[in-house]
């Protein structure tokens, strides 16, 4: 009989939803029901169907988004925290890193290349101040890279190697705020999948083609250290937990031993098994399983406070 229900957001991934789904079923005999979810204009008046959510696809699809911050006041759990997933950006994370006391290359905010109709000089003349390119360049050094303050999956990044490819790269940017971060000149680069308080460090290559990045990456460098390795599984569980994501990646890269956190707001990473290969997948699909169930059949309850649903999290 029936007992919990499971429910998958997600867009036109299959691979590790299906496999997700299969092996909920095989953990729990079919007391647990783990399927896709459906929406169909939700009422604000009743209860969602579900006793955990797994969010993929709201981040790009974001009408999901307010539905998955009802589901967690009516006392569903949402993978991830749909009030800090939405809430968070690559610049307040690199500041919270580093009060974590990771290692976080320079990272500074730019002012947006361009702005909406309504905004003109009369509008930015009391704070915007212009930038001054030499300092920055003096400051950070080339390459240096160029970064939305908010997405994933390397979208839109620009290594930049010239003042010129950085006012190309700038000018490209329209209304979108940007991130300038100093390069690191990595010897090995460690991609940490973290499932609940489970974490599996893997070196990572992102020099080579995308589907070839775990599979070949021990091809391209040397193997890590028992201590670095540690160091990596404690950063990725640190900077994790302290932005309420139970589901993410954690890209470190390595420069005379440091570990420098450079990509760690992945809440919906890529688990496909193209890109993680049999193994990595089979780990990453178990998990999951395994830390959806536990949620389901920890006890339900309503969280209706603000406070509790900010801070006590949906791990």
């Not at 307040?92 to 580093?98: D, H, P, V």
């Not at 991130?179 to 599996?200: H, K, M, P, S």
């Not at 990572?204 to 990045?213: A, C, G, K, M, S």
């Not at 990596?232 to 954690?250: C, E, F, K, P, R």
């Amino acid at each position: 009989m029936v007992t919990r229900r499971i429910g998958l957001l997600v867009g036109r991934e299959r691979s590790f939803p299906d496999a997700v789904i299969a092996a909920v079923g095989r953990l729990t005999g079919g007391r647990v029901r783990c399927e896709y979810a459906e929406f169909e204009a939700p009422s604000a008046e009743r209860l969602v169907p579900y006793d955990v959510l797994l969010d993929r696809i709201s981040h790009e699809v974001t009408c999901y988004q307010p539905w998955l911050k009802l589901a967690a006041l009516r006392g569903c759990r949402v993978i991830n925290n749909p009030f800090f997933r939405i809430a968070d950006d690559k610049f307040f994370n690199a500041g919270l890193a580093l009060d974590l006391g990771l290692a976080v290359p320079k990272t500074r905010l730019l002012p947006q290349k361009a702005y909406a109709p309504d905004i003109n000089a009369a509008s930015l003349e009391r704070t915007m101040r212009h930038v001054d390119w030499d300092a920055l360049e003096q400051d950070l050094g080339y390459p240096m890279f160029l970064k939305p303050h908010w997405g994933g999956g390397w979208r839109d990044v620009s290594r930049i190697e010239s003042r010129q490819e950085l006012y190309d790269a700038y000018d490209r940017s329209g209304e979108r705020p940007m991130i300038l971060q100093e390069g690191i000149e990595f010897t090995q680069y460690v991609r940490c999948i973290v499932i609940g308080n489970q974490v599996r460090p893997a070196l990572w290559d992102p020099r080579l083609p995308h589907h070839e990045r775990y599979v070949r990456a021990a091809e391209t460098m040397p193997p890590l250290e028992e201590a670095l390795l540690a160091r990596a599984i404690d950063d990725a569980l640190t900077i994790s937990q302290a932005l309420g994501y139970s589901m993410n990646t954690v890209e470190l890269a390595i420069q005379n031993g440091v570990p420098y956190a450079i990509d760690y707001m992945n809440s919906a990473p890529d688990l496909d098994i193209s890109s993680l290969g049999e193994e990595h997948f089979a780990w990453a699909v178990d998990t999951m399983a395994q830390h959806l169930v536990s949620l389901a059949d920890a006890p339900a309850q309503r969280r209706a406070s603000w406070s509790a649903l900010l801070y006590e999290g949906q791990r």
